[in-house]
């Protein structure tokens, strides 16, 4: 296969949304704007795009670069590729003209290893041989034949999809009951759902997330963080803040990606106050209706403990994403490819993916 890998310069950021939007395998952290968010907190993005002989992009990968401080790129830097890359993994020849190409880009650029997370995933359940499980066969195949090795994840190993292609009476019939009665509760006692309209909407919903973390004992990201989300996504209709009210008071709040057919639950906060008007149920099922009408096939309610277990840390999480009808799904994991072993062993005492 004569195909090239170049670099997509800015002016190219249409051609290339539109290529990862319309792929099987795209992803939101795949999308350009992802990268513009990780590159106001001290990621380098690299867009590579592999074109055939009419210079259509056939394949495509966000590589984003991340050095010790003070360390220029090209003296050695650790390279992510999250929900990467944007290929067809049941075409041996492309993936193998692709990742040939990659490894001799990132090597000549500074890379000290590349870690990639693709988004293959399995059903925890089926055994169908669907495309799916074929999908998540071949990447890990194409893993082997690449010599990578497995790595500790970044993103979730699990999570729960669900399907938006029923009817929304169906999406709720398909509920636990208890989620379809809280759901009608939180309306019924006069909770209302909105769009986040301004910055000082995203401050509010903010200050909620502090309070979140501080109960629930979890990190956060930098108010900067959010708001830098919201105004890069928002206008691009790529994301919503879905803010939960009550006689004007914020009760609770979601950031919901919408990239690639799919919506994307991402960050959630709520208040301590008034939680018995079960306002994160509604604001769910909001997010489940305005993500259908916007054209999206599925759900993603973004990550789930790696086990069943009843006693994990985030078991609540798990049974609170597992009402609403969806299916566990496991993704291949994080893969590793070291190009300079030696360096890599130092810079890991510095720099942490």
Known sequence: MHATLRLVPATRQDEWDQFVHAHPRGHLLQSWGWGELKANFGWSPLRLALRDEQQRIVA??????????????????????PKGPVIDWSQPVLCKAFFAQLHMLLSKQGALALRIEPDCAMDTLSQDGSDEINGYNQCRDRMLVEQFSLAQAIQPVRTILLDL?????????????????????????????????????????????????TRDQFGIHTRNYYCDAWRIFAPRQQLRLLLAEREGRLLAGIFVGLFANQGIYLYGASSNEARNLMPNYLLQWEAIRWAKRQGATRYDFWGIPETDNKDEAMAGVYRFKSGWGGRVVTFVGCYEHVYRPLGMRVAKRFVHL
Not at 65 to 79: C, E, F, I, K, Y
Not at 180 to 205: F, I
């Open 60 to 81: 495509a990968a966000q590589v984003l670069r991340h050095s010790a401080p003070h360390v220029p790129l090209r003296l050695g830097h650790l390279a992510y590729m």
């Open 165 to 213: 292609a029923p009817e929304e009476s169906a999406l709720l019939a398909q509920m636990k009951e208890k989620w379809r009665y809280n759901v009608r509760l939180a309306d019924r006692k006069g909770v209302t759902v909105r769009a986040a309209q301004s910055l000082d909407d995203v401050l509010a919903w903010y200050a909620l997330m502090q309070t979140t973390a």
